[in-house]
């Protein structure tokens, strides 16, 4: 039997996800739909979780989940929630790119080049 190959993991999405937050706040769903855009997921990466039954969530649409419920983004200083006034975060709320993500995508553009 042959052993699943992943390409994609989750430190992986940091950079993609801020890009795709340069253009405006997204929700989970949205941003899970412009990384798949761009990152083209395959193979096992594209294929339905087993826990999710046949027509489930793929592994990648996973990850892009856990990216933000994990809020790796966020403890990076790299994105923030959308807040009501008295500080508790709106509940389906978009995720947002802070002026320290907008740094760290422009520092990772110029180091790549």
């Known amino acids: 039997m042959a052993t699943a190959t992943y390409k994609i993991s989750e430190p992986k999405l940091v950079i993609?996800?801020?890009?795709?937050l340069v253009d405006g706040p997204k929700s989970t769903t949205e941003l899970a739909d412009r990384l798949a855009l761009v990152l083209q997921p395959r193979g096992a990466d594209a294929a339905s979780l087993p826990s999710r039954g046949k027509d489930g969530q793929s592994r990648f649409s996973k990850m892009v989940q856990n990216l933000v419920s994990h809020q790796t983004l966020e403890?990076?200083?790299?994105?923030?929630?959308e807040v009501h006034e008295d500080g508790y975060a709106i509940?389906?709320?978009k995720?947002?790119?802070t002026q320290a993500g907008r740094r760290a995508v422009r520092a990772f553009w110029i180091n790549s080049n």
């Open 75 to 81: 403890k990076l200083g790299w994105a923030g929630m």
């Open 16 to 20: 993609p996800a801020l890009n795709a």
């Open 91 to 93: 509940r389906n709320g």
């Open 95 to 97: 995720l947002h790119i």
